[in-house]
T-cell receptor, first 111, second 115 residues
Framework: GDSVTQMEGPVTLSEEAFLTINCTYT??????LFWYVQYPGEGLQLLLK?????DKGSNKGFEATYRKETTSFHLEKGSVQVSDSAVYFC??????????FGKGTKLSVKP | DAGVTQSPTHLIKTRGQHVTLRCSPI?????VSWYQQVLGQGPQFIFQ???????GRGNFPDRFSARQFPNYSSELNVNALLLGDSALYLC??????????????FGNGTRLTVT
């Protein structure tokens, strides 16, 4: 079945460092791809999305490009801030109208 | 506008008991979905309802059931609770019935602890 694999954390970075969180997927069709973020004690918030191959989603300095040839949707940010500390989830749209999530990657940014 | 609201925020139950969790979607949203998030894992799909009909069901036992009301709010019911049901239960709403083109908006969840 469809699935998402993302790099294991935790990831610890210094402020202003470059961030990459890897995400690859397995899907039989052509899903939409998403990154969600979960801050401590809160629900999930949609960070960005892409609906077709070569689309680039972007928001708040984060970017991810839908790569069909490598079945990837890696999350990047050029300069992280302490406020970016959270758990990041990669997800794809499932056949039941649902989302299929990866296990999440915890990011800690130190000042 | 208010976001997705869930109640209660925290709940402690004993094995074998029954629990009901509630969710109010964003105004105008017609779809509600339920997810279970065990500590350290990604959310797992339980149910989706669209226009008061069940549109999808994840790989959960029959102890889990849900419904959507005419005002589009929803309840998730879990019978005969097990220790393994301890988790954060997330509700999400969306305009349409497909996550492909209708982004999900999540509530802050209900933290269920089964002792």
């Amino acid at each position: 079945g469809d699935s998402v694999t993302q790099m294991e954390g935790p990831v610890t970075l210094s402020e202003e460092a470059f961030l990459t969180i890897n995400c690859t997927y397995t899907a039989t069709g052509y899903p939409s791809l998403f990154w969600y973020v979960q801050y401590p004690g809160e629900g999930l918030q949609l960070l960005l999305k892409a609906t077709k191959a070569d689309d680039k989603g972007s928001n708040k300095g984060f970017e991810a490009t839908y790569r069909k040839e490598t079945t990837s949707f890696h999350l990047e940010k050029g300069s992280v801030q302490v406020s970016d500390s959270a758990v990041y989830f990669c997800a794809l749209s499932g056949s039941q109208g649902n989302l299929i999530f990866g296990k999440g990657t915890k990011l800690s940014v130190k000042p | 506008d208010a976001g997705v609201t869930q109640s209660p925020t925290h709940l402690i139950k004993t094995r074998g008991q029954h629990v009901t969790l509630r969710c109010s979607p964003i105004s105008g949203h017609k779809s509600v979905s339920w997810y279970q998030q065990v500590l350290g894992q990604g959310p797992q799909f339980i149910f989706q309802y669209y226009e008061k009909e069940e549109r999808g069901r994840g790989n959960f036992p029959d102890r889990f059931s849900a419904r959507q009301f005419p005002n589009y709010s929803s309840e998730l019911n879990v019978n005969a609770l097990l220790l393994g049901d301890s988790a954060l239960y997330l509700c999400a709403s969306s305009l349409g019935g497909s996550s492909y083109n209708s982004p999900l908006h999540f509530g802050n969840g209900t933290r269920l602890t089964v002792t």
